[in-house]
């Protein structure tokens, strides 16, 4: 029942920018942590960048200094604010969020559909 809905990804120019949401909903204890994930065709998802319901962040090396996580709790939703996009920056963009759905369930992993990002002149 639990479902997460990506918005605001696109079609940019080098250099350009763009803000990616992520809204939980469904039945929902907490969540512990969202993040975004990227993965092109035939490689390896990988992390882009987390964020716990504390607010510690963690970033991957190639997006430092551009990309910013945030999240909101109050509407479990997370943001991902893209500055100086790169051609590099190209693939599908995943959110993910750690959830447990009721006191006696486990935590576990919830992933959107993904949404394309795509860095291009």
């Known amino acids: 029942q639990v479902q997460l809905v990506e918005s605001g990804g696109g079609l940019v120019l080098p250099g350009g920018s763009l803000r990616l949401s992520c809204a939980a909903s469904?039945?929902?204890?907490?969540?512990?942590?969202m993040g975004w994930y990227r993965q092109a065709p035939g490689n390896q998802r990988e992390l882009v960048a987390t964020i716990t319901n504390g607010g510690s962040t963690d970033y991957a090396d190639s997006v430092k200094g551009r990309f910013t996580i945030s999240r909101d709790n109050a509407k479990n939703t997370v943001y991902l604010q893209m500055n100086s996009l790169k051609r590099e920056d190209t693939t599908v963009y995943y959110c993910?969020?750690?959830?447990?759905?009721?006191?006696?369930?486990?935590?576990?992993?919830?992933w959107g559909q993904g949404t394309q990002v795509t860095v291009s002149s």
């Open positions: 993910n969020a750690k959830i447990r759905r009721l006191w006696s369930s486990p935590v576990r992993d919830y």
């Open positions: 469904g039945s929902i204890v907490s969540i512990n942590a």
